[in-house]
């Protein structure tokens, strides 16, 4: 997402297309939740797929066939993990209240939702979650609220589509908090 006209491929960013980070996509709207066209997505050109997400990116690979054959390295990690609301937050500049949209709005959401998470297992006398993705698509990939329209255009081009299941728009979907706590064990 978010490249020119002119490009020749899609090209994936850093450090979202890392297997070692959680990277998240932003969504907008409610009733439907749709993919932000400037969530950013796609496989890593440095990574190949982690061994975590490699049946829900073969998955999305089948559904997509031929479509942005070349553009693309299907072999790569792909990206996001997950995804958050990321339009239309307000934040204070100069005193002065604004809306601005971002995955950086939709970053530090996610990561409180995970925060809140870890809370609640610490209370419990639990461990924390720390590295996310193995469980994310594991355990709590049905914690997760599936985004399926949207997509992230670039290269003169639709870009990725959101759909069923994980996609390079909004990973594996949205948080809904009290479908983590029970995957964590809470």
Same mark, same amino acid.
């Given at each position: 997402?978010?490249?020119?006209?002119?490009?020749?491929?899609?090209?994936?960013?850093?450090?979202?297309? @890392?297997?070692?980070?959680?990277?998240?996509?932003?969504? !907008?709207?409610? $009733?439907?939740?749709?993919?932000?066209?400037?969530?950013?997505?796609?496989?890593? +050109?440095?990574?190949?797929?982690?061994? =975590? !997400?490699?049946?829900?990116? /073969? &998955?999305?690979?089948?559904?997509? *066939? $031929?479509? =942005? /054959?070349?553009? =693309?390295?299907?072999?790569?990690?792909?990206?996001?993990?997950?995804?958050?609301? *990321?339009?239309?937050?307000?934040?204070?500049?100069?005193?002065?209240?604004?809306?601005?949209?971002?995955? $950086? @709005?939709?970053?530090?959401?996610?990561?409180?939702?995970?925060?809140?998470?870890?809370?609640?297992?610490?209370?419990?006398?639990?461990?924390?979650?720390?590295?996310? %993705?193995?469980?994310? =698509?594991?355990?709590?990939? $049905?914690?997760? +609220?599936?985004?399926?329209? *949207?997509? %992230?255009?670039?290269?003169?081009? %639709?870009?990725?589509?959101?759909?069923?299941?994980?996609?390079?728009?909004?990973?594996?979907?949205?948080?809904?908090?009290? /479908?983590?706590? &029970?995957?964590?064990?809470?």
């Amino acid at each position: 997402g978010g490249h020119g006209s002119s490009c020749t491929d899609f090209l994936p960013v850093f450090p979202a297309a @890392c297997p070692y980070v959680t990277s998240v996509g932003a969504t !907008q709207g409610i $009733s439907p939740e749709t993919a932000a066209d400037f969530s950013s997505g796609g496989f890593s +050109n440095i990574f190949p797929a982690p061994s =975590y !997400q490699t049946s829900q990116v /073969k &998955s999305f690979l089948n559904g997509l *066939g $031929s479509t =942005y /054959k070349g553009l =693309y390295n299907a072999s790569g990690r792909g990206f996001p993990d997950v995804a958050a609301q *990321g339009v239309n937050f307000q934040v204070v500049i100069s005193g002065e209240t604004e809306g601005v949209d971002g995955t $950086s @709005c939709a970053s530090p959401t996610f990561a409180s939702v995970i925060a809140l998470v870890n809370d609640q297992l610490l209370a419990a006398g639990k461990p924390v979650l720390g590295f996310l %993705n193995p469980w994310l =698509y594991g355990t709590a990939a $049905s914690a997760l +609220n599936d985004v399926t329209s *949207g997509d %992230n255009p670039g290269c003169n081009t %639709n870009g990725f589509t959101a759909g069923t299941g994980w996609d390079p728009v909004t990973g594996l979907g949205t948080p809904d908090y009290a /479908k983590l706590l &029970s995957a964590a064990g809470l």
